[in-house]
């Protein structure tokens, strides 16, 4: 089987209903072509992008648990549950957030088959109490072969959705 061709994607992701409203995906730069004249090719694309969607950049770092925010105290918790079949292959995540003011609720929970999988952190939203957590993820393809690693984001809101209020 051929390898499928590197290609540069963008999407821009509803963290409020978890759901991609646009994606576009590029050639990637590949050796002929450096990195940083890619971008500058590309730069007017991206500006009109975030033009449209009313986008602002963030100059912001990724952010670890456990945060304290309005003397709040929240942790994250990855739970995975492997596979009863093959003990090697995760078929659960589930992605659980306790704040010390609100209680625990589950950000993401999803059933597929992963090799491994992480939480990278969270960048914070510049408008509203809402994080979008990073999670990368190797899924386990056909047959067991292997797979490029893959970035989930998923939105979670600081204070809606806790079961206290």
Do not use: C
């Not at 957590?133 to 393809?141: K, M, N, Y």
């Amino acid at each position: 089987m051929p390898a499928q061709p590197e290609v540069n994607r963008f999407q821009i992701i509803d963290l409020v209903e978890d759901r991609v409203v646009f994606v576009k995906e590029w050639p990637s730069w590949g050796s002929g072509v450096s990195k940083e004249s890619w971008w500058a090719d590309h730069e007017d694309e991206f500006s009109d992008l975030f033009l449209r969607f009313q986008l602002t950049p963030v100059d912001a770092q990724l952010g670890l648990f456990p945060l304290i925010l309005d003397n709040e105290f929240y942790t994250l918790v990855l739970r995975t549950t492997l596979s009863q079949t093959d003990s090697s292959w995760i078929e659960r995540l589930e992605v659980v957030v306790n704040s010390s003011g609100r209680g625990i609720k589950t950000v993401r929970d999803e059933i597929g088959y992963w090799r491994w999988a992480a939480v990278l952190g969270f960048l914070p939203s510049p408008f509203e109490n809402r994080l979008a957590l990073v999670l990368l993820v190797q899924p386990a393809g056909w047959l067991g072969t292997t797979q490029p690693l893959r970035f989930q984001v998923s939105g979670l809101s600081l204070k809606a959705g806790f079961p206290k209020p």
